[in-house]
């Protein structure tokens, strides 16, 4: 069956840096795009950024962009999300997710990881 496996996540000062990692297994990963969304203590979860199977394109949330960067490695069957200058706002559960296109809806989205925690202390 289809898994993906967040791990990277963890306790950060703010201004400092994470790379998330999620590994992906029972799909053609390739065939596959990759999304990150996050959902913060008593908010809706929200859209970060992903990244096409086509061509690596990537969107991202207005408010982060220049700060996160989404990448893939098909190869390893792994996509990341490299997050840098992080703020105490930033404190979320993680999710990566795969779709068959390159969205911000989370319904275009077949597959879902257990999320990791990001906690960003001031």
């Known amino acids: 069956q289809v898994q993906l496996v967040e791990s990277g996540g963890g306790l950060v000062q703010a201004g400092g840096s994470l790379r998330l990692s999620c590994a992906a297994s029972?799909?053609?990963?390739?065939?596959?795009?990759m999304g990150w969304f996050r959902q913060a203590p008593g908010k809706e979860r929200e859209f970060v950024a992903t990244i096409r199977w086509s061509d690596s394109a990537t969107y991202y949330t207005d408010s982060l962009k220049g700060r996160f960067t989404i990448s893939r490695d098909n190869a390893k069957n792994t996509a990341y999300l490299q997050m840098n200058s992080l703020k105490p706002e930033d404190t979320a559960v993680y999710y990566c997710a795969a779709g068959r296109w390159a969205t911000r809806r989370e319904d275009d989205y077949n597959y879902w990881g257990q999320g990791t925690q990001v906690t960003v202390s001031s």
């Open positions: 029972g799909l053609t990963f390739s065939s596959y795009a």
